[in-house]
């Protein structure tokens, strides 16, 4: 039986923490979705498809992940997808207690899925999509804590006006 799992997220921007999780998730499953969220109530840097390209562009070397995008309910994606296991990052406790309670709701709303928790990598651990934003608007340098393909559109999307 194939195992396919879904690691959904904003990625907004993708980080070497990301890429951490992903790149272990794809040593225990038969295919990896990273699946961007379309998340109306946020607003992103970064377009949905920005985020789906630059994915793209930094996993093209790994032959059982697939990038695609949703909106909605990841249970209902999981399904449309055929994929059984839900993939999430923990990083402090502070995850663990919101991922925990998400992974109880997707449990209730579809017994079916299971949901499995990778710790990051230690040297990934303070990573966040927000912190790198933050770092690149005031001039600070991201280059080991990003792919370099996103820090070249992290500097052009902030500094080339």
């Known amino acids: 039986m194939l195992r396919r799992a879904v ?21 225990i499953v038969d295919e990896l979705l990273v699946a961007v969220v379309c ?16 994915l793209s ?5 790994l032959p059982n992940v697939r990038v695609d995008c949703f909106e909605g309910l990841l249970v209902d994606y999981m399904r449309v ?6 993939v999430k990052g923990l990083r402090a406790v502070s995850d663990f207690e919101v991922e925990f309670q998400m992974a109880l709701m997707n449990r209730k709303l579809a ?19 927000s912190s790198v934003k933050e770092v690149v608007k005031l001039g600070g340098q991201v ?9 070249e559109r992290l500097l052009k999307k902030f500094f080339s006006r």
Do not use: W
């Not at 998340?39 to 630059?54: H, T, V, Y």
């Not at 997808?81 to 839900?86: E, M």
């Open 57 to 61: 562009e930094c996993l093209r070397g």
């Open 111 to 129: 017994p079916e899925v299971d949901t499995i928790f990778l710790m990051t990598s230690a040297k990934h651990a303070f990573l966040s999509s």
């Open 39 to 54: 998340n109306p109530s946020k607003s992103p840097l970064f377009s949905l498809e920005e985020r789906r390209q630059m």
């Open 81 to 86: 997808q055929q994929a059984g296991i839900i």
């Open 143 to 151: 280059s080991d804590m990003v792919p370099p393909y996103v820090e």
């Open 7 to 27: 690691y959904p997220g904003s990625f907004d921007p993708l980080t070497n923490g990301h890429l951490d999780i992903i790149h272990r998730a794809a040593e």
